[in-house]
């Protein structure tokens, strides 16, 4: 009995490691993309709330250019321009282990495509498209 009631409160207490969907975000201003134009689509980059990786900013990249920094609960909106695009994140950095995804992306002049970076825990990253 006290195996299983140790068992259930040590995966309560994980469960509660893995991160959230941020209900409400703080927006970061982005290095790259910031303005919008004629030609451009919308990309909303979120990552979700909780403390797994709470230390390591995550990097987000266009097509291998740093755009923003992204700490839990952290939000950037980019106008980039229509076509193909890599848009992928990692948390190198100090003493922060490699942490990695990248998805590829297809714009049309007017697109809203939004994307979240979320992680379970076990510590892996991933970037995923979300409504």
């Known amino acids: 009995m006290k195996l299983l009631i140790g ?9 509660g490691c893995s991160t959230k969907v941020a209900t409400s975000t703080s927006t970061v201003s982005p290095t790259l993309y910031g303005t919008a134009t004629a030609n451009s689509a919308l990309i909303t980059v979120t990552r979700d709330s909780g403390i797994v990786g709470a230390a390591c900013a995550a990097k987000l990249s ?12 952290d ?17 190198r950095g100090g003493l ?9 992306v297809t714009l049309n002049k007017g697109d809203d495509k939004r994307y979240r970076i979320r992680a379970d825990t076990n510590g892996n990253f991933q970037l995923l498209p979300t409504l």
């Open 75 to 91: 939000s950037v909106k980019l106008n980039v321009p229509s076509g193909r695009h890599i848009l992928s994140f990692d948390t």
């Open 96 to 104: 922060c282990p490699s942490v990695s995804d990248a998805v590829e």
């Open 62 to 73: 266009i097509d291998n250019k740093v755009v923003a920094k992204l700490k839990p609960s």
């Open 7 to 15: 068992a259930s409160i040590t995966i309560a207490l994980l469960s």
